[in-house]
């Protein structure tokens, strides 16, 4: 079956920089999605990686190798508001996503 | 604001009732999807619209049923509720191109007793 592991939670400090890593097993994924949910909100969608390579996007930056079936989304200059929890998620052969159970967010300050 | 509209926000169901969640997007979306969420577990797919008049089974489709009869709706059917139907419904919608991202509705909490 397809699945995709990560970390139950991360905790770090405000100001740091902290990976959140994703492996998934699967034939294939079409590519790798992340989604960031505060708690009682809905999910908000953060950032793509169809190919391999590292995405920007601000602060936050993801990151994608399907050779190892690996990535990781990683969050710069953390602040309070960014203590959420994040999502990984993989577009399948049918063009659904299969969900992460997500990684809790712990900003200390 | 464009965007997802979930009613209810929350509900209480006794087990056996029959209850239909709402869901209607103004982006004019072709793709909408259901999703619950469990503690634990992630975000899991129920049923799927890839465009009005189409459907299609996700991961649990067992006791949900949906229906599209236009691009904006997209309701879930509980037929009997059963109290393992407890969780948090997401309604979600893109444009259908495989790497669109989705818009979630905010959520209908549903505690099934």
């Known amino acids: 079956g397809q699945s995709l592991e990560q970390p139950s939670e991360v905790t770090a400090v405000e100001g740091a920089i902290v990976q959140i890593n994703c492996t998934y097993q699967?034939?294939?994924?079409?590519?790798l999605s992340w989604y960031q949910q505060h708690d009682g909100g809905a999910p908000t969608f953060l950032s793509y990686?169809?190919l391999d390579g590292l995405e920007e996007t601000g602060r936050f930056s993801s990151f994608l190798s399907r050779s190892d079936s690996y990535g990781y989304l990683l969050l710069q200059e953390l602040q309070m508001k960014d203590s959420a929890s994040y999502f990984c998620?993989?577009?399948?052969?049918?063009?659904?996503?299969?969900w992460g159970a997500g990684t809790k967010l712990i900003i200390k300050p | 604001i464009a965007g997802i509209t979930q009613a209810p926000t929350s509900q209480i169901l006794a087990a056996g009732r029959r209850m239909t969640l709402r869901c209607t997007q103004d982006?004019?979306?072709?793709?909408m999807y259901w999703y619950r969420q469990d503690l634990g577990l992630g975000l899991r797919l129920i049923h799927y619209?890839?465009?009005?008049?189409?459907?299609g089974k996700g991961e649990v489709p067992d006791g949900y049923s949906v229906s599209r009869a236009n691009t904006d709706d997209f309701p879930l059917t509980l037929a009997s509720a059963v109290p393992s139907q407890t969780s948090v419904y997401f309604c979600?919608?893109?444009?259908?191109?495989?790497?669109?991202?989705?818009?979630f509705g905010n959520g209908t909490r549903l505690t099934v007793t």
């Open positions: 982006m004019r979306h072709n793709a």
């Open positions: 699967t034939s294939g994924f079409y590519g």
């Open positions: 619209s890839n465009t009005a008049g189409t459907t």
């Open positions: 990686n169809a």
């Open positions: 998620a993989g577009l399948d052969s049918n063009y659904q996503l299969i």
């Open positions: 979600a919608s893109s444009d259908g191109l495989s790497h669109s991202p989705l818009h």
